[in-house]
């Protein structure tokens, strides 16, 4: 009996060492102990998987690391890991307990006495609902959490024990909830590397209420600090603009406390505040974030606001305006004041900006395009036909300029500048030098390109104007002519030229006589100097002969006259004695007495030096004979 005793003491204490040893657990520093009870005589409720009060199940308390006892085989204990949420992650949090979602919710109340969800039991009494959670665990956060009570989603995976069957037959990863691993990272707003562009986030909510009809974004408080402004009567567009653009993000850190957002009115759907640069842990299941382009409005423009969010339209154009509506900021519509030189974070969904160039802008019509806006893509030369049917293409440059303030005004009309250029420009420009063409000759054109030129920019500026929109030139850059035009014109350009280079040849030749003549006068100039010396003493000579024959012709003259006197009285006298002789001694013997007178005054000899004499003759008969001879007619 004793040896019986002694071998069940043996095997009770054996049973006991056994059971303490299965009754120890070891938690490590990071691990959680699960413990769960297999027999009671409470059961828990069909939609609770975590007894509080000793029921058979999962039991609410954790065992914490250390040594720590359960007995078995009452208890059984599992160990789990504690949450980790690495660096750049967050963790997505999903309670398996408490109150039913209400109809239509789609994450849980969330109050600040659930702290990071460590105590269960005050998430239990204070009312915490089953489902997503809707603050998210920081990068670096460890927690020893309920395994049971809550499973927590990272990108990399998933602590936690879900209950559902159809879970538990899966490897459970961000997927098996919907879940990309980029979702499950902190959202950063920045510069892509890849850009220098600014950034901001678009934000779309998953929850809240529905917006209220007709609005397509929530924005806190809607618009009534708008009104507010507006009601005062002193508010500048400015102030109102810079207003509209100061987010209220500040009420919801940013969307990051999501109850705090619908606890100050957020609706679902798309937000009017967009973040800014940052990093924000945004619960993946109820914020999504878009990132687009920050408007950026460079010296030389302005972006005018076409605004689809707002206070109902109210038109300030006036009456004379006949292309739409322009409104304050705040309001539906184009906005009347345009955004100026600096960086807007607008939402382009609630917002559509238009940049009009407020600097002077150059259009081509012709095969390059400007690298500056490239507004003028679609412009191509202007093809037009003369008079003659001679067909042109004609490279064309128009500059045009749009003031800042009429810059609305401009939009209202036309819609966007693209439509200026070409809707209107295009069909002014091209119909106006298609129109002057066929209306003249080709030569004619090409001879009056600056006149044709100067009536274009007055036709130009006059149809633009009523678009608000100032003409700063128009230039004809470029005309390319025909073959049979260009040889016609050559031909009689060569003419011209021809009948220049002769013009210019007889100048030459013209300006070579002066220059020979030039040379000679030069090189003559001592003969010359001499030559005029000469001139004048030879001057000087014939004046002096001059005077001097002047004085002898007088001389001449005056006894000339004495002279002639004198014959004249001695011929008288003559005359009167032959006539007083003629009666004397007759007609006969005068002339003999006469003739014998005069052979004596001249001296000549009457009888010869050798006398020839006939037989008969005697000297009285050589005598008559030397007399008659001298009075022969004419001797």
């Known amino acids: 009996m004793f040896i019986a005793f002694l071998l069940l003491l043996l095997a009770a204490a054996g049973a006991a060492a056994v059971v303490s040893l299965l009754s120890l657990h070891r938690i490590g520093p990071t691990e959680v102990g699960l413990v769960t009870r297999r027999f009671s005589a409470q059961k828990l409720d069909d939609d609770n998987p975590i007894a509080f009060k000793g029921e058979a199940g999962y039991q609410s308390e954790l065992l914490m690391p250390g040594l720590r006892f359960k007995l078995w085989p009452l208890y059984g204990v599992e160990k789990y890991p504690w949450v980790q949420v690495p660096a750049g992650q967050i963790g997505v949090v999903i309670a398996q307990v408490g109150q039913p979602l209400p109809t239509g919710a789609k994450s849980g109340l969330y109050k600040p006495s659930f702290g990071q969800f460590t105590e269960l039991e005050t998430f239990i009494q204070e009312g915490g609902q089953k489902g997503v959670q809707r603050p998210v665990l920081a990068p670096g956060t460890t927690l020893p959490l309920h395994p049971i009570a809550f499973f927590v989603i990272t990108r990399d995976r998933v602590f ?103 606890d100050n009115g957020g609706r679902i759907g798309l937000q009017h505040d967009p973040l800014l640069y940052g990093a924000y842990l945004l619960n993946p299941f109820l914020v999504r974030v878009e990132k687009v382009p920050m408007l950026v409005v460079e010296q030389g423009e302005v972006a005018v606001i076409k605004a689809y969010v707002g206070l109902p339209p109210s038109d300030t154009s006036g009456a004379e305006f006949k292309f739409g509506s322009l409104v304050r900021p705040g309001h539906r519509g184009i906005w009347q004041e345009p955004l100026r030189t600096g960086k807007y974070p607008i939402n382009p969904y609630c917002y559509n900006a238009e940049l009009v160039p407020t600097a002077i802008l150059t259009l081509n019509w012709a095969d390059r395009v400007s690298s500056a806006h490239h507004l003028d893509a679609k412009l191509e030369q202007i093809v037009a036909k003369s008079s003659e049917g001679f067909v042109f293409k004609m490279d064309l440059q128009v500059q045009i300029h749009i003031p800042d303030t009429r810059a609305p005004r401009v939009i209202s009309t036309v819609g966007t500048i693209r439509n200026l250029v070409d809707e209107v420009l295009q069909a002014a420009v091209g119909n106006h030098f298609r129109d002057t063409l066929q209306s003249m000759p080709a030569v004619r054109f090409v001879e009056t390109r600056q006149q044709v030129q100067r009536e274009a920019f007055a036709r130009i500026s006059e149809q633009l104007s009523s678009y608000f929109v100032e003409t700063r030139g128009v230039y004809i850059q470029d005309v390319i002519l025909p073959q049979d035009l260009v040889k016609v014109l050559t031909e009689r350009e060569i003419a011209k030229q021809e009948i220049a280079t002769f013009e210019q040849q007889k100048q030459a030749q013209q300006q070579r006589i002066e220059t020979e003549q030039a040379r000679g006068t030069a090189d003559m100039q001592a003969e010359l100097a001499k030559s005029k010396v000469g001139v004048t003493i030879k001057t000087n000579n014939s004046n002096a002969r001059k005077a001097e024959a002047d004085g002898e012709a007088f001389y001449i003259e005056q006894t000339g006259k004495a002279k002639g006197a004198e014959v004249r009285a001695v011929g008288l006298a003559k005359a009167e004695a032959y006539d007083a002789q003629v009666k004397a001694f007759g007609a006969n013997a005068t002339a003999i007495v006469n003739g014998i007178d005069a052979i004596a005054k001249s001296g000549m000899p009457i009888v010869p030096n050798i006398l020839v004499a006939g037989g008969n003759g005697a000297s009285l008969d050589g005598l008559a004979a030397v007399l008659m001879k001298y009075l022969t007619p004419g001797k």
Request: charged share 25%.
């Open 160 to 262: 936690g024990r879900p209950v559902s069957e159809e879970l538990q037959r899966q490897q459970l990863t961000p997927m098996s909830f919907g879940l990309s691993p980029a979702d499950l990272e902190v959202v950063r707003i920045a510069k892509n590397s890849n850009s220098d562009s600014d950034v901001i986030g678009i934000v779309s909510t998953l929850e809240g209420d529905p917006l209220s009809s007709g609005d397509i974004a929530s924005r806190l408080g809607q618009f009534q600090d708008i009104t507010e402004m507006e009601r005062r009567g002193d508010t500048h567009d400015a102030e109102l603009i810079e207003r509209l653009f100061s987010n209220k993000n500040e009420l919801h850190n940013n969307y990051q406390d999501f109850q705090a957002f619908l």
